[in-house]
């Protein structure tokens, strides 16, 4: 057996400008900056292991400090058998890139083009915010894609039950899929009664992206508070608790469709759901995966998307070891990007090492 001894722990802030151009804007977080924890394990050998923590900016504080103080060992994950299907077809996605809350009709309307004209049929559109904004988005998104294609909404957490419901009920002459995260993400109770309300709408609940254990899983599945699971390959405990959770969705006949996007978020859960698809559930049935079209030019093994699927990856490992000159770069506070925009802001002496 090979042998090798962990010698060093490398922790690195890296944070991408996002919200210099409204990418990631919702209803919770108006001015997001894309970031990870980035972790490199290096041995004694000519081996190093790798991982990362997804934030929106100041969040990131936290994870490096964690990562720090209480280093956790990451596994590779080898993907060795893969469906036919899969190999040739790739796994379904949809796309949350065209409607980010920030973005103007117009942007909307030509990401949303763009998007047809490359074979997307299933689009997400943020909400939550204001009303009468959702409906004019809602409207612009529906007739551009058509009453054949798949429309999802996406509310942050914004509502409380009754807003949720009743803001929901207007929104559902545009015949969206689900209703993702309508409110506090820790009221299960909340989302069991959400659930219910729209069952007569053929409207679904998906959330569960900010569930941070398997047990408000298995609570959510056992309240029949959501119909579409959505894991986050960084929310819980790695790989192994995304498995249980995976496992009790099977079991609960609720299919999985994981939130992805970020920074790294798409090439981490390309794997679970290939492994839910070959392994568990073999079904595609209201199953997809969120693709966000930003920022994988960053990793050295980025997310292939062929004709709207997610293709399996070939290259070994879980996906998420990033380029070198990408850490530096977009380093913080200290690497080139932050530096060039902290200067302008004024703030570079409110930074230290």
């Known amino acids: 057996m090979f042998k090798s001894k962990i010698v060093k722990l490398v922790v690195n802030d890296v944070r991408f400008p996002t919200s210099l151009e409204q990418h990631g804007s919702d209803a919770m977080h108006s001015d997001p900056d ?34 720090r103080s209480h280093p956790s060992e990451k596994e590779d994950v080898y993907l060795i058998l893969v469906e036919e299907q899969m190999l040739k077809e790739g796994y379904p996605a949809y796309t949350t890139s065209c409607a980010w809350l920030g973005y103007s009709d117009e942007q909307l309307s030509q990401l949303c083009s763009a998007a047809l004209a490359e074979g997307w049929t299933r689009f997400k559109v943020k909400v939550g915010a204001d009303l009468q904004d959702d ?8 007739k551009m894609i058509g009453p054949e294609n798949t429309l999802m909404i996406d509310a942050n957490q914004r509502w409380n039950v009754g807003e949720a419901v009743s803001w929901i009920t207007t929104l559902a002459e545009f015949r969206p899929l689900w209703i993702e995260e309508p409110t506090s993400p820790d009221d299960i109770l909340g989302h069991a009664a959400i659930s219910k309300a729209l069952v007569p709408l053929g409207i679904g609940v998906a959330t569960g992206e900010q569930c941070h254990n398997r047990v408000m899983f298995k609570q959510f599945l056992q309240a029949s508070a959501l119909q579409f699971v ?13 498995l249980a959770i995976l496992l009790m969705a099977a079991k609960f006949k ?9 920074v790294g978020l798409c090439e981490l859960v390309q794997h679970l759901i290939l492994f839910d698809y070959i392994s568990l559930s ?57 530096r060039s925009i902290l200067k302008q802001k004024g703030s570079q002496d409110n930074f230290s090492e």
Not at 230 to 242: A, F, K, L, P, Y
């Open 34 to 67: 894309y970031s990870v924890a980035y972790v490199v394990v290096e041995t004694d050998a000519d081996l190093k292991g790798y991982g990362l923590t997804f934030t929106v900016g100041r969040g990131t504080e936290i994870d490096w400090a964690r990562e």
């Open 135 to 142: 409906i004019r988005r809602c409207s612009l998104i529906r």
């Open 230 to 242: 959505q894991i986050d390959s960084c929310r819980v405990g790695s790989v192994n608790e995304n």
């Open 254 to 262: 609720v299919p999985v469709c994981p939130h992805a996007g970020g």
């Open 282 to 338: 073999a079904s595609l049935n209201n199953r997809m995966c969120e693709y966000v079209d930003h920022l994988h030019e960053h990793f050295r093994s980025p997310t292939v998307i062929k004709n709207a699927h997610y293709m399996p990856p070939t290259d070994p490992g879980f996906s998420c070891e990033m380029l070198d000159e990408s850490v530096q770069k977009y380093g913080f506070p200290h690497g080139d990007v932050w």
